[in-house]
């Protein structure tokens, strides 16, 4: 595949298991994003991973670079009550009997090739009533590569006669260009989270707690050792441009990436990779996931957002090389 444009959708005479990928290029960078799903396959700068992802003859696993709508994290029980109307979502997660991270990230996004340029491209899907979830939203995926990095822009719209419930967020794994598993153990890693979220067997959030005198404070960069960490951050510092800011450093402070979220997420959750259900990829890269609501929001309510009909929402979020 050309990085700087255009498509490939076979290898040989066979279908790519994420479809057609489109290369996009700025400068010493280069990112692939893929059909299925609109997904964040993997980006470079000068041939350095800043990503954790995955090859083009392989199928995405762990969530790797996924856009995750109408809600990312976990829904308990894969159940909802939304204005009175009792829901019942597939658990796409049977293990802990729960549905994860959306209805989008498995479908085919289509990419126009009039918005495909050097170095953007956006994708489109429009999400229909299915089980467990009752309206239809206008999806968009705006993808574009600059000087200051990658920028991500999603933009829903509500096109149902009646409000839903809605949230975002995305599951790309940092790297420090080492992708080894135990690789992040080493790195220096800062998330500028004050707040925490602990979770059950489940994975669902069963109150909020201060990251002072816990394993989860990383508010100043420090190695990140051997902790296990897959938790929601939220009360997030921000800096004097809104944006607040995780980094994933080498081991002698050389070089690194950096993840930023705009106002619209309001919390970042933390994933060391312990869980993966292949060895060789656990704690190979750091997860981060911008998110505009906390986990289970559609049961819960923090941070969830009632889209009304023909409204609009839109977030964005970054990596840039360090």
Not at 133 to 140: Q, T, V
Not at 155 to 175: D, E, F, V, W
Not at 216 to 233: F, K, S, T
Request: proline share 7%.
């Amino acid at each position: 595949m050309n990085p700087r444009g255009g498509s490939q959708q076979t290898a040989g005479t066979r279908l790519l298991p994420s479809g057609r990928q489109y290369g996009i290029a700025c400068g010493s960078q280069t990112a692939t994003v893929t059909e299925v799903g609109g997904a964040l396959r993997e980006y470079h700068q000068d041939g350095r991973d800043l990503l954790d992802g995955y090859g083009p003859e392989d199928m995405c696993t762990g969530a790797r670079g996924q856009s995750l709508i109408p809600w990312p994290n976990r829904i308990k029980g894969g159940s909802y009550e939304w204005e009175g109307q009792q829901l019942q979502l597939d658990l796409s997660e049977p293990d802990k009997s729960g549905a994860i991270h959306g209805l989008t990230r498995w479908r085919n996004w289509d990419a126009p090739v009039v918005q495909h340029t050097e170095d953007s491209i956006s994708f489109t899907y429009t999400l229909h009533a299915c089980q467990g979830w009752a309206w239809i939203l206008d999806c968009r995926l705006d993808y574009h590569l600059g000087p200051g990095g990658l920028t991500v822009r999603t933009t829903a719209m509500n096109r149902s006669a009646s409000r839903c419930p809605y949230g975002t967020g995305a599951h790309p794994y940092l790297s420090t260009g080492v992708t080894t598993p135990g690789a992040i153990d080493a790195a220096l890693v800062q998330v500028p989270g004050r707040t925490f979220l602990p979770v059950d067997e489940r994975g669902i959030p069963t109150g909020h707690e201060r990251v002072e005198g816990t394993e989860y404070d990383l508010r100043e960069l420090q190695q990140l050792g051997g902790r296990h960490i897959d938790v929601a951050y939220t009360d997030l510092l921000r800096d004097a441009d809104g944006r607040a800011r995780v980094k994933l450093l080498r081991p002698d402070n050389s070089g690194g990436v950096e993840l930023w979220v705009d106002g619209s997420y309001p919390y970042v959750e933390i994933f060391s990779g312990d869980t993966l259900p292949q060895p060789h990829r656990r704690r190979t890269g750091l997860g981060v996931e911008p998110m505009t609501c906390a986990p289970d929001a559609f049961n819960s309510g923090e941070g969830l957002i009632a889209l009304e009909p023909g409204q609009s929402h839109a977030g964005e979020w970054g990596i840039r090389p360090l």
